[in-house]
């Protein structure tokens, strides 16, 4: 009976929504060792929500060696990740559905090993060998989701920000970035026109090991002549 009792999988149901805060407090919640994601109630593709389930994934892998299982993923879904290139390679990570290969369309998101990237890559510099990139666009937005596991003291978490900063004034863009570590989250709304404003931050308790996590989500303001 016991044995039956720690078999049972810990079940999640994550919503199609775009809040960072809600998407940080249940991807970044306490691991279970078995864990099943009902991805039912996400009923449009979402980059978030991909980009943060492969950071679960890896924590899961990184600690139980065991993968994460995904069911029941709508249409929508499915089409973003067969127009992805990559996401075979991420770790801990159990597709319970059949993905076709999307033949004559370009894939529009690219998932890809830190340890194999050698393009330059937006804020490269501040993640460690270990993690991955995800990146593409779609519906007109740009995501930049990057993830590794890093220790504490390798971190200049000042230094990230103000590079943020340069990149929003650069690009005049308007959307959000969110950096996650396992002690804090950082949130900030870009728009246009504006330098960096307030940082939104919340202490976080201490339930994964050292990591950094940084997304990026925008649009870039069209030039006016």
């Given at each position: 009976m016991a044995k039956t009792i720690?078999?049972?999988?810990s079940i999640f149901e994550p919503y199609g929504h775009s809040d960072l805060y809600a998407l940080d407090n249940l991807y970044f919640s306490t691991l279970r060792e078995r864990e099943?994601?009902?991805f039912s109630r996400v009923r449009e593709f979402s980059a978030l929500n991909l980009g943060f389930i492969f950071a679960r994934a890896e924590f899961s892998w990184k600690k139980f060696q065991?993968?994460?299982e995904i069911k029941n993923l709508n249409p929508s879904f499915k089409k973003g990740i067969c127009l992805s290139s990559g996401w075979e390679e991420a770790p801990g990570l159990k597709i319970d559905s059949f993905l076709p290969k999307i033949h004559g369309r370009?894939?529009?998101f690219q998932y890809s090993r830190l340890e194999d990237v050698s393009e330059e890559i937006p804020f490269r510099e501040f993640f460690s060998q270990e993690?991955?990139?995800?990146?593409?666009i779609w519906k007109d937005k740009t995501y930049l989701i990057l993830f590794s596991n890093i220790h504490s003291?390798?971190?200049?978490?000042p230094s990230v920000i103000k590079k943020i900063s340069h990149f929003h004034s650069e690009k005049k863009s308007s959307g959000n970035f969110f950096l996650r570590t396992e002690k804090q989250s950082y949130l900030n709304f870009l728009k246009p026109k504006e330098s960096l404003g307030p940082l939104f931050l919340q202490e976080k308790k201490i339930d994964q090991d050292p990591f950094l996590f940084l997304s990026l989500e925008y649009s870039v303001t069209p030039s006016v002549c």
């Open positions: 720690l078999s049972k999988p099943v994601w009902d065991s993968e994460i370009e894939e529009v993690g991955f990139v995800f990146q593409g003291e390798d971190r200049n978490l």
